[in-house]
C-alpha cells in the first residue's frame, strides 16, 4: 500500500525559495525609505564596520530552518505530521497482521483437511479477498485525510509567515526579505530572524 508523504520538511523547501517582493506605495524616495528604516540591524551594520550599501537599506534576509524551529506553530506543525505518520504506519501493520493471520488459518485448515469441498474453500478466499480490499481502501482513506490535513496546515504555516514578513516590509519600507537557504553569503547585520520569530510567535493563538 502506497504511503502518502506530506511531511512539514515541504514547507522548508517551499520557504527555502522564499523571496517576498514587498509593495511599497509609500515613500519611493531613496531618502524617506533610509529614514524610516532606523532598525537594528542598521545598527548592527553600523558597529561591526560593514560598508553600508545602496541595498541595505531595502533588503533583508531569514534564516528559514530557524524560523520552522523556533516558531511555535512549524514545531506543532512538525509534532502533529509525525504522530499522523505512526498512526499510519501502526494501522498498516495492524491490517496486514490480520490479513495474514486469516489467511494462514485458511492454509492451515486447508492443509488438514477442514474443508469437505472446494466451494467452502473459495468461499473463505473470497472473504480473504474482501477483507483485504476493504483494508486497502480504509487504509487509502486515512492516507487521504492525512494528506489533506497536513495540506491545510502547511498552508496556514506559510500563510502566517508570510503575512508577518509583509507587515515587517511595510513598517519599515523594504522592498525584499529574502531566504537565507537560497543564497551563499548574506552580511549578517541583515538577518532580521530573530524579529520575524518573536512577532509570529506574538501573534500566533493556539487552536482551543
Do not use: W
Request: glycine share 2%; hydrophobic share 40%; with cysteine.
Amino acid at each position: 500500500m502506497r504511503k502518502t508523504a506530506f511531511r512539514v520538511s515541504a514547507a522548508l523547501v517551499a520557504l527555502s525559495a522564499l523571496m517576498v517582493s514587498c509593495n511599497n506605495k509609500e515613500a519611493s524616495d531613496a531618502s524617506t525609505k533610509k529614514q524610516s528604516i532606523a532598525t537594528t540591524t542598521e545598527a548592527a551594520t553600523d558597529s561591526a564596520g560593514v560598508r553600508p550599501t545602496a541595498l541595505a537599506a531595502y533588503i533583508r534576509y531569514v534564516d528559514t530552518q530557524r524560523i520552522l524551529m523556533e516558531y511555535t506553530l512549524a514545531r506543532e506543525v512538525a509534532k502533529t505530521d509525525s504522530t499522523a505518520q505512526i498512526q499510519l504506519a501502526a494501522l498498516q501493520n495492524q491490517l496486514s497482521s490480520n490479513l495474514n493471520s486469516r489467511a494462514q488459518q485458511i492454509q492451515e485448515k486447508a492443509q488438514r483437511g477442514g474443508y469437505i469441498n472446494e466451494s467452502a474453500y473459495n468461499a473463505d478466499m473470497a472473504s480473504l479477498q474482501k477483507a483485504q480490499q476493504d483494508a486497502e481502501n480504509r487504509m487509502a482513506q486515512r492516507q487521504r485525510d492525512y494528506a489533506t490535513d497536513m495540506m491545510n496546515k502547511q498552508v496556514e504555516l506559510h500563510d502566517s509567515i508570510k503575512s508577518v514578513v509583509d507587515d515587517i516590509c511595510r513598517e519599515h519600507k523594504l522592498d525584499a526579505v529574502l531566504s537565507e537557504q537560497a543564497g551563499l553569503y548574506f552580511n549578517p547585520a541583515l538577518d532580521i530572524t530573530d524579529i520575524v520569530i518573536a512577532e509570529l510567535n506574538r501573534r500566533y493563538k493556539p487552536a482551543k
